[in-house]
């Protein structure tokens, strides 16, 4: 059962255009959620989080915007820049004080110059 | 300051053989966590230590993988004896109880021949 979904694997993009990924999730406990940026033989790298008590939190090019109703959240980049070719993960933590983090499958971001 | 460590890097063993992971969380963090990542599975937590003591274990696939944390600064994933379907990635994380984010080393490559 995938609590954390990306449903899109791949996503090409324009150099300077906006980028935006999308994550789903399923469990309504869920309270804190994440982004990971990952490179080739590197580890996932943290981008940016929200809580649920928000629905927007921005850090410079990157904003994530929660919408709660509909179980979803996404991430905004812009402009994109060729650096930002990676593959990007969405995770999840439950609000039962757990530090465990569900992550979704990834998508695979590639800009284009 | 220096991130997560982890090592080997990569490593290649034979089915049947033992083999340990490493790790080194960042100085001051007091949660760590022990990730494996493969195709099929995606990134998927094994366990996870909160001020040395193990939490949560319910993702270790069976009783060959192992794990201890002797210390704030240290700890092993041990997989004995080893088969071909534990060849993946293997991670490590740490962070501070409570705050979510969680930062990842660079990554084991295992692979069982």
Redesign the interface.
């Known amino acids: 059962d995938q609590q954390v979904k990306q449903n899109s694997p791949s996503l090409s993009v324009q150099e300077g255009r906006i980028s935006i990924l999308n994550c789903d999730y399923t469990n309504s406990m869920f309270d ?1 959620f ?1 982004w ?1 940026k990952k490179y080739p ?6 981008l940016i ?1 929200i809580s649920s008590i928000k629905d927007k939190n921005e850090d410079g090019r990157f904003t994530v915007f929660l919408n709660k109703s509909a179980k979803h959240l996404s991430l905004h980049i812009v402009p994109s820049q060729p650096g930002d070719s990676a593959v990007y ?1 969405c995770a999840a ?1 439950s609000n039962f004080g ?9 998508t695979r971001l590639t800009i284009i110059p | 300051d220096a991130g ?1 460590i982890q090592s080997p890097r990569h490593e290649v063993t034979e089915m049947g053989q033992e083999v340990t992971l490493r790790c080194k969380p960042i100085s001051g963090h007091n ?1 760590l ?1 022990w990730y494996r990542q493969t195709m099929m599975r ?4 094994l366990i ?1 230590f ?1 001020n040395n003591v193990p ?2 274990d319910s993702g270790m696939p069976e009783d060959r993988f192992s794990a201890k944390m002797p210390n704030a600064s240290f700890s092993t994933l041990k997989i004995q004896p080893s088969e071909p379907r534990d060849s993946a990635v293997y ?1 490590c ?1 740490s ?1 501070r ?2 705050e ?8 084991t490559r295992l692979t069982v021949l």
Do not use: C, H, W
């Open positions: 804190y994440l990971y033989a590197e580890g996932p790298t943290f989080s993960f933590r757990n530090e465990k983090l569900t992550f979704g499958t990834g | 997560v949660s966590f995606g990134l998927e937590l996870y909160n939490i949560d991670f994380a962070g109880v409570g979510g984010e969680q930062f990842f080393g660079p990554g």
